[in-house]
């Protein structure tokens, strides 16, 4: 009997969903009450090995409160395509570090203090990136806040 290789949709959606359980700090048997299936059936589904049905999917964007819509985001971008795989940005957040970094963010209530980190981050990316690249002299990476 051949084992049918999951859809990279599926397991897409299911990393999100993994990503969403996460964020509100939910475990795999939490969500799988509220759902009315087992835990098991939560790992499937966050596999990619089970694809999610539309109706249950419309009963797991209720438990987080988010649309249906949010399963199929990637970052800013549309809906995966046919040959897309989560991407770094999806993995790091769906991290330790990631979901660390993410809920503090989103405690911050200030606009201009989130742009702020914002600028700092991107301009440290850059100085490593530099560093990498065996462009920079100095050690001290030049922030503009």
């Known amino acids: 009997m051949n084992k049918k290789v999951p859809n990279p949709i599926d397991i897409f959606v299911g990393s999100r969903v993994r990503l969403r359980r996460l964020m ?11 759902l009315g299936v087992t835990f098991q059936q939560v790992q499937k589904y ?11 999917l419309q009963a797991i964007s209720d438990v987080f409160r988010v649309p249906p819509s949010f399963f199929f985001q990637d970052d800013d971008s549309n809906a995966p395509s046919a040959g897309h795989e989560t991407g ?7 991290s330790k570090e990631g979901l660390d ?9 200030d606009a201009g203090v989130r742009k702020s980190i914002i600028q700092l981050a991107t301009a440290l990316s850059k100085a490593s990136a530099a560093d990498t690249a065996g462009d ?9 806040i």
Do not use: H
């Open 46 to 56: 966050e596999k990619g090995t089970n694809r999610i049905s539309a109706s249950r």
């Open 88 to 94: 770094d940005v999806s993995t790091f957040v769906s």
């Open 101 to 109: 970094l993410n809920r503090a963010f989103l405690k911050i209530e």
């Open 136 to 144: 920079r002299t100095d050690n001290a990476p030049e922030l503009r």
């Open 24 to 34: 509100v700090g939910m475990s795999q048997e939490a969500l799988a009450d509220r």
